[in-house]
């Protein structure tokens, strides 16, 4: 069975710093897209990240850019989520997920494109 799990979140004070990882095991990790996911209270999930199975072809929402770096050890199983300069509106449980794809070069920014998905972790940003 796929496992996804993720790690490195807590409190950290505004304009702080974290950095996320998510082990994959149990399957080819080098022909999976990644993304990172997350939901906060009350609103849905939505896309933060995204990286192609490769690496190079990455993707941010607007309010993470220049602030959150997506990146991936295949050597590792690993995906990382760099996150600096944290804003209290970036508290919410983040998620990491995998899709299998044909594709070096695509990601994928919709929940619904993904096939495996870690249990979350919590990130809180105080102020």
């Known amino acids: 069975q796929v496992q996804l799990v993720e790690s490195g979140g807590g409190l950290v004070q505004v304009g702080g710093s974290l950095r996320l990882s998510c082990v994959v095991s149990?399957?080819?990790?080098?022909?999976?897209?990644v993304g990172w996911f997350r939901q906060a209270p009350g609103k849905e999930r939505e896309v933060v990240a995204a990286?192609?199975?490769?690496?190079?072809?990455?993707y941010y929402i607007d309010s993470v850019k220049g602030r959150f770096a997506i990146s991936r050890d295949n050597a590792k199983n690993t995906v990382y989520l760099q996150m600096n300069s944290l804003k209290p509106e970036d508290t919410a449980v983040y998620f990491c997920?995998?899709?299998?794809?044909?594709?070096?070069?695509?990601?994928?920014?919709?929940?619904?494109?993904?096939?495996?998905w870690g249990q979350g972790t919590q990130v809180t940003i105080s102020s």
């Open positions: 997920a995998a899709k299998p794809t044909y594709s070096s070069t695509r990601y994928y920014d919709k929940t619904s494109e993904y096939d495996y």
């Open positions: 149990r399957l080819t990790f080098s022909i999976y897209a």
């Open positions: 990286a192609s199975s490769g690496g190079g072809y990455t």
